[in-house]
């Protein structure tokens, strides 16, 4: 084929793609005008239906006014137990239209001609259609333009989705990114950098590749972190029952002493181990979606009460106040599960509040009218730095570091609180104290 023959078909290729483009434009401008038109006809139907129904009311109201007036002129009340009736005559003039008011007793109250007011009305009611619907015309280009800029983003959302799902690339361009993929490697994204094919026909693809891997970079960081914890959490007590289990084969065997302070360490350790493998089975099962919640209407106040009475029961060591006078609510919760996650906030105030101190438990409804359980103490508190982590896994304050812990506890809450729909509001200053509430 000839140079000329080549540029020829180029051309030819070129003017087609045009006109193919040219025409999907037509096509799209006239599908968006019909979208267009079909909702401003919609809401010029609901104008006029608006209008005709009020000047009804009106052409109604003036109508009963007239008549009542004429009857209290005439007779200088207005009684609903007379007779009305409108009755048309013929007269020498032409046809009338006549009001009657006859009272209970047969007498005649009022008999006076109606036809002239009420044309008079239902000029006066035309007219103001009438005004209506050219403000409804003179009005039509404005909302014509409001509508279209409403649906732009929609459309162009529509034409993307369009364009991708009719979007075929050449093998070479197939090639590319088989080549990219290949040297994917999630874990390292960050010095890698963002994935990029060098194609500006591939850059949607390349963006969400690069979305992609950024989902994918988080999860893997954060599988790693729970596992170090989780590892670092058993290493202590595993270690601690070693070194007893090492004492007590060395020396224990003779010494009671020994014996009985190493059976205490190793029993302990063991309920701290089945503690936090159990916190970290329901978490998992959690996450695998096998924790199904059973919902029941139940009453905050009364939630809140029966945990108040066990808390009295299970620490004696802290002052526990159930708050007056807040609003109780009917909510939809697993109970079971709620009791959990209010238990944990117990729990952590119990451990950073000092003996003798009160802990105060509440329920009410917020400025927006939320339902929410709450508790709070007068404790340690925790830092302005450290309170955005505090539902991380394996998250513990400086402070709390030398207190018995797993970092589980705020975790498992803040799921059960996801689940149900609800979020957490938590205000703590350090040395005054923190208060946690769970708004449903």
Same mark, same amino acid.
């Given at each position: 084929?000839?140079?000329?023959?080549?540029?020829?078909?180029?051309?030819?290729?070129?003017? &087609?793609?045009?006109?193919?483009?040219?025409?999907?434009?037509?096509?799209?401008?006239?599908?968006?005008?019909?979208?267009?038109?079909?909702?401003?006809?919609?809401?010029?139907?609901?104008?006029?239906?608006?209008?005709?129904?009020?000047?009804?009311?009106?052409?109604?109201?003036? &109508? /009963?006014?007239?008549?009542?007036?004429?009857?209290?002129?005439?007779?200088?009340?207005?009684? !609903?137990?007379?007779?009305?009736?409108?009755?048309?005559?013929? /007269?020498?003039?032409?046809?009338?239209?006549?009001?009657?008011?006859?009272?209970?007793?047969?007498?005649?109250?009022?008999?006076?001609?109606?036809?002239?007011?009420?044309?008079?009305?239902?000029? !006066?009611?035309?007219?103001?259609?009438?005004?209506?619907?050219?403000?409804?015309?003179?009005?039509?280009?404005?909302?014509?333009?409001?509508?279209?800029?409403?649906?732009?983003?929609?459309?162009?959302?529509?034409?993307?989705?369009?364009?991708?799902?009719?979007?075929?690339?050449?093998?070479?361009?197939?090639?590319?990114?088989?080549?990219?993929?290949?040297?994917?490697?999630?874990?390292?994204?960050?010095?890698?950098?963002?994935?990029?094919?060098?194609?500006?026909?591939?850059?949607?693809?390349?963006?969400?590749?690069?979305?992609?891997?950024?989902?994918?970079?988080?999860?893997?960081?954060?599988?790693?972190?729970?596992?170090?914890?989780?590892?670092?959490?058993?290493?202590?007590?595993?270690?601690?029952?070693?070194?007893?289990?090492?004492?007590?084969?060395?020396?224990?065997? &003779?010494?009671?002493?020994?014996?009985?302070?190493?059976?205490?360490?190793?029993?302990?350790?063991?309920?701290?181990?089945?503690?936090?493998?159990?916190?970290?089975?329901?978490?998992?099962?959690?996450?695998?979606?096998? /924790?199904?919640?059973?919902?029941?209407?139940?009453?905050?106040?009364? !939630?809140?009460?029966?945990?108040?009475?066990?808390?009295?029961?299970?620490?004696?060591?802290?002052?526990?106040? !159930?708050?007056?006078?807040?609003?109780?609510?009917?909510?939809?919760?697993?109970?079971?599960?709620?009791?959990?996650?209010?238990?944990?906030?117990?729990?952590?105030?119990?451990?950073?509040?000092?003996?003798?101190?009160?802990?105060?438990?509440?329920?009410?409804?917020?400025?927006?009218?939320?339902?929410?359980?709450?508790?709070?103490?007068?404790?340690?508190?925790?830092?302005?730095?450290?309170?955005?982590?505090?539902?991380?896994?394996?998250?513990?304050?400086?402070?709390?570091?030398?207190?018995?812990?797993?970092?589980?506890?705020?975790?498992?809450?803040?799921?059960?609180?996801?689940?149900?729909?609800?979020?957490?509001?938590?205000?703590?200053?350090?040395?005054?104290? &923190?208060?946690?509430?769970?708004?449903?």
């Amino acid at each position: 084929m000839s140079l000329s023959q080549k540029q020829n078909n180029k051309g030819q290729n070129v003017n &087609t793609y045009t006109k193919k483009k040219r025409g999907e434009s037509h096509d799209e401008q006239r599908r968006m005008t019909s979208i267009t038109r079909k909702m401003h006809w919609y809401m010029l139907r609901g104008k006029i239906a608006r209008f005709l129904g009020t000047d009804f009311l009106l052409a109604f109201f003036l &109508t /009963t006014g007239w008549c009542a007036e004429q009857e209290y002129v005439t007779a200088g009340s207005v009684l !609903l137990v007379n007779n009305r009736a409108f009755d048309l005559v013929t /007269t020498a003039v032409g046809t009338d239209l006549i009001y009657r008011v006859v009272s209970n007793t047969g007498r005649l109250i009022v008999s006076v001609s109606c036809l002239v007011p009420f044309i008079v009305i239902g000029s !006066l009611v035309g007219a103001l259609f009438i005004l209506q619907f050219l403000g409804i015309l003179f009005s039509y280009f404005r909302e014509d333009r409001a509508i279209r800029r409403i649906l732009e983003p929609i459309n162009e959302i529509a034409l993307k989705a369009d364009e991708l799902s009719r979007l075929s690339f050449s093998e070479d361009k197939y090639q590319v990114i088989e080549d990219a993929l290949e040297h994917i490697r999630p874990e390292q994204a960050e010095q890698d950098g963002p994935l990029s094919f060098g194609d500006s026909d591939l850059i949607g693809v390349e963006a969400a590749m690069n979305n992609l891997l950024l989902r994918m970079r988080d999860t893997l960081r954060q599988q790693s972190r729970f596992v170090n914890d989780a590892s670092h959490e058993l290493r202590t007590p595993i270690a601690v029952i070693q070194g007893y289990a090492n004492m007590l084969d060395r020396w224990g065997k &003779t010494d009671e002493k020994i014996l009985e302070e190493s059976i205490t360490a190793i029993r302990n350790e063991a309920d701290h181990m089945n503690y936090l493998v159990e916190q970290l089975l329901f978490l998992a099962r959690g996450d695998s979606g096998k /924790t199904t919640l059973n919902l029941q209407p139940v009453m905050t106040a009364d !939630l809140m009460r029966e945990i108040y009475e066990e808390s009295l029961m299970i620490d004696e060591k802290h002052r526990y106040r !159930l708050a007056d006078g807040g609003e109780s609510a009917e909510v939809r919760i697993d109970s079971g599960l709620m009791k959990q996650a209010v238990r944990i906030l117990i729990d952590n105030s119990a451990k950073y509040t000092p003996e003798g101190e009160e802990i105060q438990l509440s329920y009410g409804r917020t400025e927006k009218g939320a339902p929410y359980l709450q508790v709070q103490d007068l404790g340690q508190g925790i830092s302005e730095s450290e309170l955005p982590h505090i539902f991380e896994r394996f998250f513990r304050a400086d402070e709390a570091r030398g207190s018995a812990g797993t970092g589980l506890g705020l975790s498992i809450a803040k799921w059960i609180v996801d689940k149900h729909g609800g979020h957490f509001e938590v205000l703590s200053r350090t040395e005054l104290g &923190t208060r946690i509430r769970i708004v449903l």
